[in-house]
């Protein structure tokens, strides 16, 4: 049996361009796409806004003179709050309008909540506990401005867009992606499988959370998660950003996820979408393009 299909991708926050209002320099985009070429990958994501070029025959253009393709583009969206879905669904139809005009017809909105921006949800990323919940008309909200940003964008361009649950924001734990799955539209909403995230936000197994979601696993990243560095930031309070940088998200194979496991289960589902490997950094943090080729050496060492 041939199992080529599985596109491998890598994205800009791998080289430190995050959503984050962050200090410290990120590279130029020329710099990232090259590196995630040199190093094997066959496709990427847009990164932030204005991180690459917004006209769409420039994008179009740095893009495939290094024989990558666009996948999808993160869009963080304030969703808990109702006042900031119209503005959030402009942003999104925004991006989309960029990837569509550039040629990259079937990539996707990726969609989270505004990550990073509520205290005591960034504070307690990877602890999360039942008083850090919110109520179930509270999840209902954001569903309601989730499936409405993926209504528009599905109605102007035809394109699919996946939640992506995340630490730092509402949607972390796996109680909290049940509740986001339980109370949006199957049909118009997808879900983002992170790996990393969802160990981060508590999830035990994440083989075992991809066969229960498989039916709405529209996209996947691949994601380590090293749980030592993880009982550090218990035991010394980091935030999700100290987390981060102290290497909670760590070289694929030297953390704790299954990575041959999922990859067969894969396999046998027929999955012929991207994974994208992520290894989040913060700006001018380690050597990307070395963690780059060594996270494509170990999935080249499980057969993709």
């Given amino acids: 049996m041939n199992h080529k299909k599985i596109k491998i991708a890598n994205a800009p926050c791998s080289w430190g361009v995050l959503e984050f209002e962050l200090e410290g320099k990120s590279l130029d985009y020329e710099q990232v796409l090259n590196e995630i070429s040199e190093t094997g990958y066959e496709g990427t994501e847009l990164g932030d ?3 690459m070029p ?3 025959k420039h994008l179009h253009e740095e893009v495939s003179k290094r024989n990558l393709d666009m996948l999808g583009a993160f869009v963080p ?3 808990l709050n109702e006042a900031a879905h119209a503005e959030g669904i402009e942003r999104a139809l925004k991006t989309a309008g960029l990837m569509y005009n550039a ?5 996707f909105i990726v969609l989270a909540d505004d990550n990073g921006t ?3 949800r960034t504070n307690n990323a990877g602890r999360i506990k039942k008083e850090h919940l919110l109520t179930d008309e509270q999840y209902k909200t954001i569903a309601k401005g989730a499936d409405a940003l993926a209504a528009a964008v599905k109605e102007k361009y035809a394109m699919r867009t996946v939640f992506h649950h995340h630490g730092g924001g509402y949607v972390e ?3 909290e992606i049940d509740k986001l799955l339980e109370n949006t539209n199957p049909a118009l909403l997808g879900l983002c499988f992170d790996t990393g995230h969802y160990r981060l936000g508590g999830g035990v197994n994440p083989l075992a959370a991809l066969q229960k979601y498989y039916d709405r696993v529209w996209h996947v990243h691949f994601k380590d ?3 030592a560095v993880a009982a550090q930031a218990g035991i010394n309070n980091w935030d999700y950003f100290g987390s981060v940088s102290n290497g909670v998200f760590c070289e694929l194979g030297k953390g704790d996820v299954p990575f041959a496991a999922i990859k067969t289960f894969l396999e046998s589902k027929g999955y012929d979408g991207w994974i994208v490997v992520e290894q989040d950094v913060l700006p001018g943090m380690g050597e990307p393009k070395i963690c780059a080729q060594h996270n494509r050496d170990f999935l080249k060492s499980i057969g993709l």
């Fill in 173 to 175: 734990t796996p109680e």
């Fill in 103 to 107: 040629g990259y017809t079937n990539a």
């Fill in 225 to 227: 998660f090293n749980p």
């Fill in 77 to 79: 969206v304030a969703l």
């Fill in 54 to 56: 917004t006209d769409p």
């Fill in 118 to 120: 509520v205290a005591v």
């Fill in 49 to 51: 806004w204005d991180f």
